[in-house]
């Protein structure tokens, strides 16, 4: 084998036969297939080093440049869930009142949701992904390539991560959320991208029967 550039390492790559490949395609499907949103959770903990973990997943998603322009601020903190939750529902309060349309409000009715969050409080943690924009090197700002799609990699990759490990999230999108930056005093060139309330699903949780779009609907091979 050649010598490695600088900077750079042997790729180890997995190399599973066709067999292989194809029943654990098969299987990861499955197994995602069963994850769902979820609004009900039950106020059981968990422990800090999953959290830990599933964060070190989210990281691992490809970011432009590698400049990984996120930050994920994990709260379990009664106090800072229940600020959270205050200023979610009064910005919520608005969308159901006045923001949303009419169709968007009709298009939301299967899922019986309105302005009342009591998940942001009962969830053992909520995972507030940020956005990095840009970084600030010796004052100056250094523009990070390519932030909202990296960031939204790294959310797909840390929902996976969840569902793996046998728990269950929602992507909670309050709008607008600058409050969060406010409540976590967090730094201007962050800006919040998703809340992800994160922990076990409620003993008597139920979900839309809803129906995901087949292949032909998704899908085109040419």
């Known amino acids: 084998m050649a010598d ?29 297939d069963k994850r769902r949103s979820l609004r009900v959770f039950s106020d059981r903990p968990v422990p800090k080093d999953v959290i830990e973990n599933l964060i070190r997943t989210a990281s691992t998603a490809p970011s432009g440049a590698h400049m990984q322009p996120w930050t994920f601020c994990a709260v379990s903190s009664a106090e800072i869930k229940s600020q959270i939750r205050e200023a979610a529902e009064k910005e919520e309060y608005e969308n159901y009142n006045g923001r949303m349309s009419e169709r968007w409000l009709k298009d939301l009715e299967p899922f019986g949701t309105d302005h009342i969050k009591p998940f942001l409080e009962i969830a053992p943690w909520l995972i507030i992904v940020m956005k990095r924009s840009y970084e600030l090197v010796d004052g100056e700002k250094k523009n990070n390539y390519y932030a909202t799609e990296s960031v939204g990699l790294a959310t797909g990759f840390l929902l996976v991560a969840i569902h793996n490990a046998g728990l269950v999230a929602l992507t909670h999108t309050p709008s607008p959320m600058n409050f969060l930056s406010k409540v976590l005093e967090r730094p201007e060139n962050e800006k919040p991208f998703l809340l992800i309330p994160v922990g076990y699903a409620a003993d008597d949780a139920e979900v839309p029967d809803l129906k995901r779009k087949p292949l032909d609907e998704i899908a085109v091979f040419y």
């Open 4 to 32: 490695s550039k600088e900077g750079f390492v042997p790729y180890e790559p997995l190399n599973f036969s066709e067999n292989q490949m194809k029943q654990r395609v098969k299987d990861f499907f499955q197994f995602m």
